[in-house]
């Protein structure tokens, strides 16, 4: 009995001391669990203030975002992406002044960008060509807002005015003279021209617009109904385009194909040209597109085609498409392969469109505007993926838009007015 009672007293001491080690165990797991826990988290504490930081830093920069960084974005992927919208549908602050080039004592009428610096590192020019009706030619650095060159015109109503793009040394400009004058930029610190300009004499109306082909031959269009393809060395006459009904006011080059550019005229129609053979080769009016009864005719607005003056003409990038600015209130985009209208912008109000400007990418389309509505903007960005859709408005000019064009890298914007300045927009 009693070796009995001892084993039982020995089992249990046995069972006793496994439980307190059990016991230890179990504590010693709960408390490195509970560590661990404390750990996981912190960690996740951690994790979640790094990613309200990156939240934050991501907002920030989408405050930021321009055209600058979104063309950026663009020519890296190679794609087309979705516009930036600044975290605000406030179209007011999507595009903002960068630059005011102060200079003109006049009214200014029309400007261009150069497209090539021989003296830059890049080669990618920033410079910038004014005419006003002081009767000034200007060329400006847009970067610095320094004036390069001032030139003095001979007649002080002038109409336009172009750069040249192969080696950026070439100047033109025209107006109620009839004359296309081109000078030759000299040295900068000697700050004039090297010669008296090339006349190119030949219209018998007042010269709209002119565009540079390249450093010998160069593309103007009047208000006698033509355009002259005209070689600079020899001052003489190429081919005439003859085919429109009014004045010439507008023309552009095709980025893609050399031998193409469309003219805009106050025919109310767009007109292709080939340049070899010298003839129109299709016509966007309201004879061809749509029915002429719903345009002017018909006192109705016409949902097909421009039933007023186009003022300007501006080639996409992609040369199958070109955009259009008309005193109908409207810009329009056309197809060249589809010989159809595209897409139709129209503001609120009498609205006349100035001048108009495709990005490169396409998918804005930038126009100036002469309204008579008083805080009317003056100049706006349609999607041009969207129906009737502003993206941006860009403030600043009090009064009628003149001109406005996009640089060769697609990153700036310059808007000239009859306030005497230029704006630049990034």
């Known amino acids: 009995m009693r070796a009995t009672q001892g084993i039982a007293s020995h089992a249990g001491g046995k069972l006793g001391f496994d439980y ?27 994790l979640k203030n790094e990613i309200q930081k990156l939240r934050a830093k991501q907002s920030a920069k989408a405050q930021q975002t321009s055209l600058h960084a979104y063309f950026e974005q663009s020519n890296k992927t190679g794609n087309n992406v979705s516009l930036p919208t600044r975290g605000t549908k406030n179209v007011q602050e999507r595009c903002k002044e960068q630059r005011l080039l102060r200079g003109h004592y006049g009214k200014v009428y029309a400007l261009h960008w150069g497209d090539v610096d021989r003296g830059a590192a ?25 004036k390069l060159y001032a030139i003095p015109l001979r007649s002080t109503w002038v109409m336009t005015c172009a750069f040249e793009p192969t080696q950026g040394e070439l100047v033109a400009c025209g ?74 006011m507008s023309v552009s080059l095709n980025p893609k194909d050399p031998n193409m550019f469309v003219s805009g005229s106050c025919d109310a129609s ?34 097909y085609a421009h039933s007023s003056d186009i003022n300007s003409v501006d080639f996409m990038q992609n040369g199958r498409s070109f955009a259009t600015g008309s005193d109908d209130s409207t810009s329009r985009i056309f197809d060249i392969r589809s010989y159809t209208q595209m897409n139709m912008f129209k503001q609120k109000g009498k609205m006349c469109v100035t001048s108009v400007a495709a990005s490169k990418q396409g998918r804005l389309l930038f126009c100036g505007y002469d309204g008579t509505d008083l805080g009317s903007t003056k100049c706006l960005a349609w999607d041009t993926l969207k129906k009737n859709e502003k993206w941006a408005e860009l403030s600043g000019h009090d009064t009628r838009v003149s001109c406005l064009g996009m640089d060769t890298t697609g990153t700036a914007l310059a808007t000239g007015s009859w306030d005497k300045n230029i704006r630049i927009f990034a």
């Not at 006003?132 to 650095?141: C, E, M, P, R, Y």
């Not at 004499?201 to 031959?217: P, S, V």
């Not at 299709?282 to 345009?295: I, M």
């Open 20 to 46: 307190l080690v059990a016991l230890r165990m179990a504590t010693s797991y709960l408390t490195g669990a509970r560590q661990r826990i404390e750990t996981a988290r912190e960690k996740v504490k951690q």
């Open 175 to 248: 107006g109620l003279d009839n004359v296309c004058s081109v000078y030759k930029l000299q040295n900068q610190d000697q700050n004039r021209m090297s010669r008296e300009p090339a006349q190119l004499r030949g219209h018998e109306g007042y010269l709209a617009c002119c565009r540079f082909l390249d450093n010998t031959r160069i593309l103007t269009c009047s208000g006698d109904s033509t355009c002259l393809l005209w070689d600079i060395q020899t001052q003489k006459t190429l081919t005439r385009f003859s085919d429109h009904t009014g004045d010439v």
């Open 122 to 146: 890049d080669l990618k020019s920033k410079k910038l060509i004014s005419a006003s009706q002081d009767g000034k030619l200007i060329v400006w650095n847009a970067d610095n807002k320094n």
């Open 270 to 303: 767009a007109k292709v040209w080939d340049i070899r053979s010298g003839k129109c080769v299709k016509s966007f009016g309201e004879a061809t597109l749509g029915d002429s009864t719903a345009g002017a005719s018909g006192n109705k607005f016409n949902q």
